[in-house]
C-alpha cells in the first residue's frame, strides 16, 4: 500500500513539474515567475492540513491515551513546519517580485509566520520534556491551542486588509484552465507525497520506540 | 526566473534528502530490532 503510494507521489510530482514548467504558459502581469505559485500554494495546503491532522490526533490521543496518536501528533507537525517553511520561503520570493521586498509584515505573512512559529514551539516543547507520559499530555494540550493560528493565518484574508492574492477567488492573479490544471495537479500531488511522508515517518517513529524499549529491556536483564 | 528554478531544485533536493534519510533509517532500525529479538530469543531458550 504504502510502496504504491510512493510511486503515486512520484509519478504525480513529475507530471506535476512538467505541467508547472513546461505546460503552463506564463502569467501576463507576473511572468515566468508567477511559476513559484506552483510550489507556494500546494505547500500552504499541505501546511494547513498537516496541522489539522496533528490537532486532531492529539484530541484523540487526549480522549483514548494512545500512543499512536500523540505520535502522529508529532510527526504531522514535523511535515506542517516542513511544508510551512517551504510556503514561507516562496511567499518571500513572490512578495520581492510583486511589491519590491522580501518581507514587508502583511497580515497573510505575519499570521503564517506566528503559525510556524506556534508549530516549532510544539516540537521544542516535546523534545523538552524527558517523562513519556507528561510530553504526550502537555505537548496534546499545546498542540490544542497552537491550532488557533491555522484558522487566523487561513482567513487572514477575509479578516485583515492584505496585499496577498486571492487565488480562488481569483482576484490579483488571473489563471487561465492550463494554469488551474496544473495548480490542481500540484495539489493533489503534494497531498499523496504527505501521505506517504506521514506513513513512513510514523513507522519510524514507532521502529525507534521498539528499539529504545528492546535495548532497556536488555540493559535491564543485565 | 532563476529564484523560481534555485527554490525548486532546493524543494526536490530536500524531499529526495528526506526520502534517502527515511528509507536508510527504516533499514538500519529493522536490522537492528532483528539483532534485539534475536538476543532475547537467544536468552530465552
Redesign the interface.
Known amino acids: 500500500m504504502r510502496q504504491n503510494l510512493l510511486y503515486a507521489a512520484i509519478c504525480g510530482c513529475i507530471a506535476a513539474s512538467y505541467l508547472a514548467f513546461v505546460f503552463a504558459p506564463p502569467e501576463a502581469t507576473m511572468g515566468e515567475l508567477y511559476r513559484i505559485l506552483y510550489i507556494h500554494l500546494p505547500s500552504a495546503l499541505v501546511c494547513y492540513l498537516a496541522f489539522t491532522i496533528s490537532m486532531v490526533s492529539s484530541v484523540l490521543f487526549l480522549r483514548r491515551r494512545e500512543r499512536r496518536y500523540d505520535t502522529l501528533a508529532e510527526v504531522s507537525a514535523w511535515l506542517g513546519l516542513l511544508f510551512g517553511a517551504v510556503t514561507l520561503v516562496t511567499g518571500s520570493i513572490w512578495a520581492n517580485a510583486a511589491w519590491g521586498t522580501y518581507w514587508n509584515w502583511d497580515p497573510r505573512e505575519t499570521t503564517t509566520l506566528v503559525l510556524w512559529v506556534a508549530y516549532l514551539g510544539y516540537v521544542t516543547l516535546k523534545m523538552s520534556l524527558e517523562n513519556e507520559e507528561r510530553r504526550a499530555v502537555v505537548g496534546s494540550v499545546y498542540n490544542i491551542l497552537a491550532f488557533v493560528t491555522v484558522p487566523l493565518s487561513y482567513f487572514s484574508l477575509q479578516l485583515l486588509p492584505t496585499l496577498h492574492p486571492q487565488v480562488v477567488s481569483g482576484s490579483g492573479i488571473g489563471l487561465t484552465p492550463p494554469m488551474t490544471l496544473a495548480l490542481a495537479l500540484n495539489v493533489v500531488s503534494a497531498t499523496v507525497l504527505f501521505a506517504y511522508l506521514l506513513g513512513a515517518m510514523s513507522t519510524v517513529h514507532d521502529l525507534e520506540k521498539r528499539v529504545e524499549t528492546l535495548q532497556y529491556l536488555r540493559q535491564e536483564g543485565g | ?1 532563476l ?2 528554478f534555485l ?2 531544485v532546493l ?2 533536493l ?2 529526495l534528502l ?1 526520502f534517502a534519510w ?1 528509507n536508510r ?2 533499514q538500519h ?2 536490522a ?2 532483528a539483532m ?2 534475536g ?2 530469543a537467544d ?1 530465552e531458550e
Open positions: 526566473m529564484e523560481v527554490v525548486s524543494y526536490w530536500s524531499l528526506l527515511l533509517r527504516v532500525l529493522t537492528r530490532l534485539l529479538e538476543d532475547s536468552k
